[in-house]
């Protein structure tokens, strides 16, 4: 008994600073905003219990759907575009024989530039007399204003979410790659299997694992996205930018009302989870 215990006690041991991390800075802060979303907890740190009212308050609160719905917007268009990115690059990079390691590392280093500055860099790209309109002038294209206008405000941003963000989808998929073995597409090769028959038949099905973790990963993320918005549009023009973070940020930072800050954050906690039950579900169990 004692010999068989001794394994999972070793490995507890190991994870067992991780672990306390975990609860420390995850979960007891997570019971925490439960419990305040249940109070009108103000910046004086004082409360009083309040049941349900917040919750019945943020479902006719019009702020809280509208921005649900440009946060579902947000991350329609997001997701799609930083797997996409991230593939492609993963595969690039898989592909290269020379300088392998200064190509990862030139497209891993906008993931770590901080995201103001990326934020303030974007905007002038976006900019009337910015490098976009720019181009668009030698080909003879009216100049767009691309953070004034409420159908182009979420993909630009997107886009700017997807330049800073896709390196570490990259290394992620660029792993998975690397475990695929040599010996099934050099088989396919010589059976006559083209470029996208590999792809398709044996990439493909054997990256899904990776490909799962990334569309999870990245779906939490546009969830979460703030610091752009923050730096590039401050939830505008007309709240077109207004997401749910952005909104939690203003109910607890600038009205000083936490309770109700934290309600939005429990309902932005469930949203996700449920999106990643239904990505779980729809990318079968033996990828997760």
Known sequence: MRHRLRDPITGLLFVLPMLVLFLIFKIFPTLGAAGMSLTNWNIGGEWSFVGADNYTRLVNDANFWS???????????????????????????????????????????PYVTSFVFAGLIWRWIYEFDGLVNGLLAKLDVAPVAFMERSELVLPALALVSCWKGFGYSMLILLAGLKAIPGSYLEAARVDGASAWQRFRSITLPLLKPALFFVLVIETIASFQVFDTIYVMTGGGPAKA???????????????????YAATWGMVLFAVVLAVSLIQRRFAGKENT
């Open 67 to 109: 921005s649900l719905r440009v946060t579902l917007v947000y991350s329609a268009i997001y997701v799609p575009l930083v797997v996409l990115v991230a593939l492609g690059t993963a595969l690039l990079l898989n592909s290269i024989v020379f300088l392998r390691g200064l190509f990862r590392g030139i497209l891993f280093l």
């Open 241 to 259: 930018s207004y997401t749910l973070i952005y909104g939690i940020f203003e109910r607890g930072f600038r009205f000083w009302e936490f309770g």
